[in-house]
């Protein structure tokens, strides 16, 4: 079967730094991405890997290690407003970009 | 460049009776989506179209829900009869048409929808 798993909560400080884990079994791998989803609003792109190693975006940066089924969010600088949900999804094999979704994971950042 | 747009943005309805939901994608992408999401999970994907054609509707529930994109733009979806279970926001999304690379996934709002 085709799973996803990432915590489904976690908690941190304004200032500090987080990681987001997430592994995979997927049929096929065509690449990853994580999405941004504040409550009440629709998802919104953070990253995409599709090769082994880190991809840095500001204070935002994202692992992928193909062979181990593993990627991770890694949020530096906390800030309130990262308080959100952040989904991993992966583009499994197939040509038609079909997405498998992770349940999330709820980042509460306190003061 | 405009976004996904949706309407509408909340329905309430009682079981058993019919709703629709309409989505217009970003001008030029060819693939639409559309996601079930229930409250603390991730989107369900229920229908994917490339162009006005179906790629995937696997895991729609078929004997109430159906969906269409006749011009290959525009798309509704529609439940009837409703079920309490089907509250839920329904997402619409849509891609380019990359073969390879990137093919991130635009959202629009979502409509967030009650069944009592």
């Known amino acids: 079967g085709q799973n996803i798993d990432q915590p489904t909560e976690m908690t941190a400080t304004e200032g500090a730094i987080v990681q987001i884990n997430c592994t995979y079994q997927?049929?096929?791998?065509?690449?990853l991405f994580w999405y941004q989803q504040h409550a009440g609003e629709a998802p919104t792109f953070l990253s995409y890997n599709v090769l082994d190693g880190l991809e840095e975006k500001g204070r935002f940066s994202s692992f992928l290690s193909r062979s181990k089924g593993y990627s991770y969010l890694l949020l530096k600088e906390l800030q309130m407003k990262d308080s959100a949900s952040y989904l991993c999804a992966v583009e499994g094999d197939g040509n038609n970009r079909k997405l498998i979704w992770g349940l999330g994971t709820s980042l509460a950042v306190n003061p | 460049e405009a976004g996904v747009a949706q309407s509408p943005r909340y329905k309430i309805i009682e079981k058993r009776q019919s709703v629709a939901f309409w989505c217009n994608p970003i001008s030029g992408h060819a693939t639409l989506y559309w996601y079930q999401q229930i409250l603390g999970q991730g989107p369900k994907l229920l229908i994917q179209?490339?162009?006005?054609?179906?790629?995937?509707d696997s895991q729609l529930p078929k004997d109430r829900f159906s969906a269409e994109r006749l011009k290959g733009v525009d798309s509704t979806l529609k439940i009837q009869p409703a079920k309490l279970e089907d509250s839920a926001v329904y997402l619409c999304?849509?891609?380019?048409?990359?073969?390879?690379?990137?093919?991130?996934?635009?959202f629009g709002p979502g409509t967030r929808l009650t069944v009592l």
């Open positions: 179209f490339q162009n006005n054609g179906v790629v995937d």
């Open positions: 999304a849509s891609s380019p048409e990359g073969l390879a690379g990137n093919n991130e996934q635009f």
């Open positions: 997927t049929s096929g791998f065509n690449g």
